[in-house]
């Protein structure tokens, strides 16, 4: 089964595959579900949209894109390795904030942007220059927009997954903890929403040798 299209125009369809028909491959199974993403357009700076697609990129079982670095570099959309289906629970609740701005959320969403941007800013004022941030995951490929001007210097992001150190997002690298426990930093942001409380209790390393920790939401 192939859907061809913007991704954020495939989710529904996605949705009610995935649901009422189309199970993930298995054992004994052999429905495919191809997102054909030949055209990769700006998603004009509607966050939902993104979220749309990213998670749509996220149900599909391979993304076929006509232009990847683009589809990265605007969407935040690694095309070559979809967002892992852990990561599905924070694009609905970008996507949900988006329908209903009355939802009584510490942050929503839709603001991950603005959190990261503010974290950012103190970050300048209080003269920590050297700054990572913690969590290259489905929120950090949402906050791209502060990143472009982020008043000091992104030494790097940080993430658990070994599998994606040396790669990098927004155009910063992806490396280890123990990688950026050696590169000077002066503090930490946690980049994540639904496991926030997972990397604080990790980043307790970084503490531990006086880098200030910053989180956004808890």
Known sequence: ???????????????????????RPGPGTSTECVLDWARVED??????????GMLACALADRVVCGDPTRALAVWGVDTGAPAPAEEAFDLLTNIIDQWDSDLQHMTLASDWSEAVRRALLNCAMLGR????????????????DALMEP???IVCLIDDDSRRHGDRLW?????SREDALGRELDAV???AN?????LWERA???????????????
Not at 6 to 17: A, D
Not at 43 to 52: F, N, V
Request: net charge positive; aromatic share 8%.
């Open 171 to 175: 155009g910063y690298e992806i490396v």
């Open 129 to 144: 220059r050297r700054v990572a941030l913690y969590g290259a995951g489905t929120h950090t490929r949402g906050v791209g």
């Open 189 to 191: 942001i946690i980049s």
């Open 1 to 23: 089964m192939t859907l061809a299209g913007c991704p954020s125009g495939c989710l529904l369809p996605l949705l009610w595959l995935r649901t009422i028909w189309c199970a």
């Open 43 to 52: 998603h004009a700076g509607a966050r939902g949209r993104q979220a749309a």
């Open 204 to 218: 307790g390393v970084f503490r531990e040798r006086g880098v200030v920790v910053t989180r956004l939401y808890g």
């Open 194 to 198: 639904s496991i926030e409380d997972l």
């Open 151 to 153: 008043g000091v210097e």
